[in-house]
């Protein structure tokens, strides 16, 4: 089956500490994102990236990083200098060539400071 | 003012009840406009799409775009208990680049009553 799959579910992560949270698609597509959840803030995009080794910083891109060196496989890492992680996170891809605009979520990642 | 403006709610309504659920927005060039739903922790899943003016039916849901209002709507008809989730409004310009990227409500949260 396609889709894109996100792991972990949860995590827990001290307070200094980087985390890495997993994004893979099998779906062949050449746009990947991740947002932010937060309760009643909707979705907040932290990074995009339309090609491989390339990215582009979104609107929350402070404290997190990313690399694209597979089309596949777009993480994220959450620095120590993200003051405010705890957060459900979401990873998305769209098939750039599709005259529809619609982009595929993961399950997503939930991230708690301890 | 923000791009896309969506009443956060909650929304709740008795099962078998008619439910309408609204964005407005401020961007004259967007084009495509979704809707997608999201249960509790979960990743959200496209619902409806609708390029440009115009309405869509499938089944029970109703997607309406009014450019000329700048308001986009979705209409549920016979709502159950199973319907009860978020629903995200999102919509971009055209598809190539950085103007396909998906601009989203804050979402609704919707609960019915058995």
């Known amino acids: 089956d396609g889709g894109i799959t996100q792991s972990p579910k949860y995590l827990f992560r001290k307070e200094g500490q980087n985390v890495t949270l997993s994004c893979e698609q099998n779906?062949?597509?050449?746009?990947m994102y991740w947002y932010r959840q937060d309760p009643g803030q909707g979705l907040r995009l932290i990074y995009y990236?339309?090609?491989?080794?390339?990215?582009q910083k979104g609107d929350i891109a402070e404290g997190y990083s990313v690399s694209r060196e597979k089309k596949e496989s777009f993480p994220l890492t959450v620095t120590s200098a993200q003051k405010n992680p705890t957060a459900f996170y979401l990873c998305?891809?769209?098939?750039?060539?599709?005259?529809?605009?619609?982009?595929?979520f993961g399950p997503g990642t939930r991230l708690t400071v301890l | 003012q923000k791009e896309v403006e969506q009443d956060p709610g909650p929304l709740s309504v008795p099962e078998g009840a008619i439910v309408s659920l609204n964005c407005t927005y401020s961007?004259?060039?967007?084009?495509?406009f979704m809707w997608y739903r999201q249960y509790s922790r979960k990743g959200p899943e496209l619902l409806m799409y609708?390029?440009?003016?115009g309405n869509k039916e499938d089944g029970r849901f109703t997607a309406q775009v009014d450019k000329s209002s700048k308001y986009i709507s979705l209409f549920i008809r016979d709502s159950q208990p199973s319907d009860s989730a978020t629903y995200l409004c999102?919509?971009?310009?055209?598809?190539?680049?950085?103007?396909?990227?998906?601009?989203f409500g804050k979402g609704t949260k919707l609960s019915v009553k058995p």
């Open positions: 779906l062949n597509h050449d746009a």
């Open positions: 609708t390029y440009s003016s």
């Open positions: 999102a919509m971009s310009g055209e598809y190539g680049g950085s103007q396909g990227n998906l601009i």
């Open positions: 998305a891809s769209r098939d750039s060539y599709s005259s529809y605009n619609e982009q595929f």
């Open positions: 961007n004259s060039a967007f084009q495509y």
């Open positions: 990236s339309q090609i491989v080794n390339d990215f």
